[in-house]
């Protein structure tokens, strides 16, 4: 079966974007003007820029038209310590998790924003089941977050926890609200429960149809997603046991993110994206 039209002028249109023919900030032709040049009617022209805008490529401008998107600035993130601007800073979380993450944002001179927390009591799945050694089945609360750099989509963050934390006493888990000082820090107050180490665990897979939308990605892209799975460890009183009491799902498009993990002393530096000028920001 052929494509239809709309699809066709939208991938010709995504062509010439890609291969910088067009250039971010460029203004396309008005409707009639596509109509004459594909051929084709104004509702065709429509939905081949509502395809294009939801592959991220244009936006519309109130009165003005619709302009090619600039490209998404490559963000780095550093996975293995929270980077902290200020020896103040204390939130408890690895580099790529809530404030942390947005610190790092922040020193960069650039915008953090998240939306606020979709907060649910939901049945653990296998790979959460597992990393919080709890039966499959279990009730577990998840605090879910949508999170962006400069009003671009950036990453979408889920945290599990136990739905005993909540029986003990953490009832802010379950608020849909933010926990300001962080959900590791506030455990700590609130139940004595420390934790001591974290274990990352990173995935690389297809983006699923939520990521695709979120994202803008193309479906028939070939843009993965990378996973971080980070299991956080508080140490039980009177035991040498170490038990599993958060999960921290985030998960990044690999378009628009690259990492860095530091091992020993290196220089208090935050890198350039891989590919771009030799030089580091300066903390």
Do not use: C
């Given at each position: 079966?052929?494509?239809?039209?709309?699809?066709?002028?939208?991938?010709?249109?995504?062509?010439?974007?890609?291969?910088?023919?067009?250039?971010?900030?460029?203004?396309?032709?008005?409707?009639?003007?596509?109509?004459?040049t594909h051929k084709a009617s104004?509702?065709?022209?429509?939905?081949?820029?509502?395809?294009l805008a939801g592959w991220g490529?244009?936006?519309?401008?109130?009165?003005?038209?619709?302009?090619?998107?600039?490209?998404?600035?490559?963000?780095?993130?550093?996975?293995?310590?929270?980077?902290?601007?200020?020896?103040?800073?204390?939130?408890?979380?690895?580099?790529?998790?809530?404030?942390?993450?947005?610190?790092?944002?922040?020193?960069?001179?650039?915008?953090?924003?998240?939306?606020?927390?979709?907060?649910?009591?939901?049945?653990?799945?296998?790979?959460?089941?597992?990393?919080?050694?709890?039966?499959?089945?279990?009730?577990?609360?998840?605090?879910?977050?949508?999170?962006?750099?400069?009003?671009?989509?950036?990453?979408?963050?889920?945290?599990?926890?136990?739905?005993?934390?909540?029986?003990?006493?953490?009832?802010?888990?379950?608020?849909?609200?933010d926990i300001e000082e962080g959900?590791?820090?506030?455990?700590?107050?609130?139940?004595?429960?420390?934790?001591?180490?974290?274990?990352?665990?990173?995935?690389?897979?297809?983006?699923?149809?939520?990521?695709?939308?979120?994202?803008?990605?193309?479906?028939?892209?070939?843009?993965?997603?990378?996973?971080?799975?980070?299991?956080?460890?508080?140490?039980?009183?009177?035991?040498?046991?170490?038990?599993?009491?958060?999960?921290?799902?985030?998960?990044?498009?690999?378009?628009?993110?690259?990492?860095?993990?530091?091992?020993?002393?290196?220089?208090?530096?935050?890198?350039?994206?891989?590919?771009?000028?030799?030089?580091?920001?300066?903390?």
């Open positions: 079966m052929p494509e239809p039209m709309y699809r066709r002028i939208a991938e010709k249109l995504r062509d010439e974007i890609e291969s910088g023919r067009l250039e971010p900030g460029t203004q396309l032709p008005s409707e009639s003007e596509m109509q004459d104004r509702n065709t022209v429509r939905q081949a820029m509502e395809l490529l244009v936006e519309t401008r109130p009165g003005q038209g619709t302009f090619i998107r600039a490209k998404y600035e490559t963000f780095v993130t550093t996975l293995s310590a929270e980077w902290k601007p200020d020896a103040d800073s204390d939130t408890g979380l690895g580099g790529g998790e809530g404030e942390a993450a947005f610190n790092e944002v922040t020193a960069q001179r650039r915008k953090a924003g998240a939306t606020g927390p979709r907060v649910e009591v939901m049945k653990a799945s296998g790979y959460v089941a597992r990393r919080l050694h709890v039966e499959e089945g279990t009730s577990v609360i998840s605090r879910h977050q949508e999170r962006l750099i400069d009003d671009q989509p950036w990453s979408l963050q889920t945290s599990y926890y136990p739905i005993t934390l909540l029986e003990r006493g953490a009832r802010r888990l379950i608020e849909a609200g959900a590791v820090k506030y455990l700590k107050e609130a139940l004595g429960m420390n934790q001591v180490g974290y274990r990352d665990r990173i995935l690389v897979r297809r983006a699923n149809d939520i990521e695709l939308r979120f994202f803008r990605l193309r479906e028939d892209a070939a843009t993965p997603v990378v996973v971080l799975l980070r299991t956080g460890y508080a140490d039980e009183k009177g035991s040498e046991r170490l038990a599993p009491f958060r999960l921290a799902e985030t998960v990044f498009p690999a378009d628009r993110n690259q990492f860095v993990i530091n091992a020993g002393r290196v220089p208090g530096l935050l890198a350039e994206p891989a590919g771009g000028p030799d030089t580091q920001k300066e903390s």
